[in-house]
């Protein structure tokens, strides 16, 4: 191998190392969300399916919203469909207390990706019997936390939003009763984290 070959090999392995490095390192990024779509999520006001999740919004309103979006992801038949029921969901995260809640190395944006992007495997099985309907969603909802009031609620209110869904393979025994838990972030009602009662399988019980 003459000496001019030599040298552009050893270039060449040398840009190799260092690319590998860039990835592996990437400013302290998780490697593992290589490829993936991180959103810088802002706390505001939006709107999905005809409801306004403002600061008026209760947070019955925002976990309907929550569960028709994850029935969308789970449903979606194209990568675009997906990606438009995500949207949602982190439009309705507590970015800024789950952030509060981030005892890892994780960067914020990161850190919210990482507690969002779980939620629809945690509740995929039940999607079937999630509303799409407000009218039909409200009245299944029960609701533990600060009661409804004329001036809005403190800032650090939390409460929680439960419904019992059925076992898509009709076994009684199955039915479950799902919650999701919710904080106040900036003056809206907004997701902390979802998941299941393991004392109850209803809310009536």
Known sequence: MSRCSRIIR???LML???VLLGVGLGCGRD???AGRKLRTVVVKAVNHYGVTLDERASAEQVAY???RAIRDDVRAVTPAERE???DVQFDLAAANEIQARNRSSMARDEWVYNVVYRWVPTVSHYVGDFETEWDNARVRFVRRGPEPAKDPPSPNAECEVAMTVA???GDPNAQVVIVVWLAQDKGFWRVLHLGFDPKRRSVGS
């Open 84 to 86: 438009a029921a995500l």
């Open 167 to 169: 076992d898509p393979n």
């Open 16 to 18: 190799s190392v260092a």
């Open 65 to 67: 919203v929550l569960l």
């Open 10 to 12: 050893y270039a060449g």
């Open 31 to 33: 490697v593992r969300l």
